[in-house]
């Protein structure tokens, strides 16, 4: 690969460095199918990142005391992480035969010596020649070789930046799969903007993914002229390689003191205070939708305080994000944020009841209906449904409904929301009204007493005509089938009991 030319002082432009990575993506493809790039591509990045870092600050330290320079001295204050001897970027890129084995125990001693670090390289095994021939492996090294991921050649964010960018290329190459661990950026930039973070506040995603939302509080903050590393972010993944991605993500945007834990959010939340769950000011999330089998039969009795109103049905999880996530705000400041298919909003049985009791608890301050086809995983029609424990007083007994259905720019494969699109549409939730006054976005404050006439539905086209008509909720249409399957069944071998109990044959 030919090194792009730079900017002044070695430095790289953001569009070069962006051509760097997506080329060492490209020397994977072939022998790696582009859905499990990330795998690979994103540990060898942070891998070099940490290496050079190590080697800027080890250059500082010795500009700074000479000879009388210790490894004390540069281990507290200068060197973030601990590179072991041996596992270094040079100990691994000069390695002849056997590379990804060197690889491997280059990344496992370097997290044993930076506990932090721990689970952030993933679980790829780089010695599998079979999953990852060495000829790839070492064509993914000669392309990050030539880069230098430091201050003197990355400037500010530019690194995070290209962080984003590979998400996103990952993500329209492996198509629905990328649902998985990434939001598209402008969906998380309309729900950061709407929670508005505060400086010092605490944040939780439960099912952080890549970390995006968590980033995005952070650029917020510092855009609205307050410190980001004053927050106290927070985030749970329960895929081990998505949980790896996060933490790198956090780290190459320049965030520390984060807390991103592996688990399943439902059998075992790891934020708790004692047995209850951790209050925050601000909970967020883009969940994956009706998720089946998701612990149901666990929360019968759940030690942490999230059946709020009722279980959820066994296969659909919509409504165990949503009660955990509401469980988990401050009963002050708190406010959530959650991406949901259209379906939460009229779907019966269990899931209509506690619609209705989460209703009649006043926590639903806004349901904003979003244009079709954003996200990578789905094309149906979302929303993103607003929920706060104190509600401003004259929201309270009221829910904003925001038609958005409109508000979008065509792409070939998904749309988007412009920078207009997003403010208007921001503007729209905070005023209730049409900042543009051409039906762009539609929107109207309801009374409880209305929604309850219609049976606590909350389907956005029975309080505002314009709204588009919701699409059929595939997932949520086939979890209904299979239940209906299943009551079928249950019935027919009631009403055969029956007839041989009375003397008929079945």
């Known amino acids: 690969m030919t090194l792009p030319m730079t900017t002044q002082a070695g430095q790289l432009s953001q569009q070069q460095l962006e051509q760097v990575l997506w080329s060492a993506a490209n020397a994977l493809r072939g022998p790696v199918d582009p859905a499990d790039f990330k795998s690979y591509v994103f540990p060898v990045m942070f891998f070099k990142w940490i290496s050079d870092t190590w080697d800027y600050q080890h250059d500082r330290a010795l500009a700074d005391w000479g000879d009388e320079l210790t490894d004390e001295i540069e281990t ?11 596992c270094h970027w040079l100990d691994v890129y000069q390695t002849a035969v056997n590379v990804g084995s060197k690889l491997n125990v280059a990344l496992q001693r370097i997290e044993q010596a930076n506990p932090d670090l721990a689970g952030v390289f993933g679980d790829a095994n780089w010695g599998n020649k079979d999953r990852l021939p060495e000829s790839a492996l070492v064509a993914l090294l000669d392309a990050f070789h030539p880069v230098t991921f430091d201050p003197d050649h990355v400037q500010g964010d530019m690194l995070g930046a290209a962080y984003e960018y590979l998400l996103r290329e990952f993500a329209e190459a492996s198509g629905k799969k990328a649902g998985e661990f990434f939001t598209p950026r402008h969906v998380v930039h309309l729900l950061v903007k709407i929670l508005d973070p505060k400086p010092s506040e605490t944040i939780v995603d439960p099912a952080c993914g890549s970390g995006g939302m968590l ?8 855009e609205a002229g307050g410190n980001p590393d004053s927050l ?3 985030g749970q993944e329960v895929n081990l390689t998505t949980a790896a991605i996060a933490k790198m ?8 003191g984060f807390h991103i834990k592996r688990g399943d959010t439902f059998r075992e939340p790891r934020f708790l205070t004692g047995v209850k769950l951790q209050r925050f000011d601000v909970v967020i999330a883009n969940p994956p939708f009706s998720l089946q089998n998701w612990g149901a039969s666990d929360w019968a009795n759940d030690p942490h305080g999230r059946v ?6 066994a296969k659909n999880a919509d409504y165990a994000w949503i009660q955990h996530m509401i469980a988990s705000m401050k009963d002050d400041t708190g406010r959530a944020g959650v991406v949901m ?26 349901v904003i209906g979003l244009p ?4 990578y995983s789905t094309s149906i029609p979302v929303c993103l449904l607003i929920w706060r424990k104190a509600k401003p007083a004259e929201r309270q007994g ?8 409109k508000r979008f720019k065509p792409g070939k494969n998904q749309n988007t929301m412009s920078d207009a699109d997003i403010e208007a549409i921001h503007t729209a939730y905070t005023t209730g009204t049409d900042p543009d006054g051409d039906g762009g976005v539609n929107v109207r404050l309801v009374d409880l007493a209305e929604i309850e006439g219609n049976g606590f539905d909350l389907n956005i086209g029975r309080y505002i005509q314009t709204a588009q008509a919701a699409e059929v909720d595939v997932e949520a249409a086939l979890a209904a089938y299979r239940d209906a399957r299943a009551s079928l069944r249950a019935a027919e071998r009631v009403l055969d009991e029956k007839l041989k109990a009375a003397g008929f044959d079945a």
Not at 215 to 222: H, R
Not at 341 to 366: Q, S, T
């Open 372 to 375: 079709n086809n954003l996200f």
């Open 398 to 405: 009221r829910v904003m409904f925001v038609d958005a259905s």
């Open 341 to 366: 298919p259209h379906g939460v909003l009229f779907r019966r049985g269990k899931e209509g009841d506690i619609r209705r009791c989460l209703l009649e608890k006043d926590l639903l301050e806004a």
């Open 249 to 256: 993500n956090l780290y190459l945007h320049g965030l520390e």
């Open 232 to 234: 106290r972010l927070y």
């Open 215 to 222: 980033v995005e509080t952070a650029n917020a903050v510092q």
């Open 308 to 313: 709020l109103c009722a279980v959820p049905p």
């Open 76 to 86: 507290s204050d200068y060197q973030p992480f601990l590179v072991p001897n041996g």
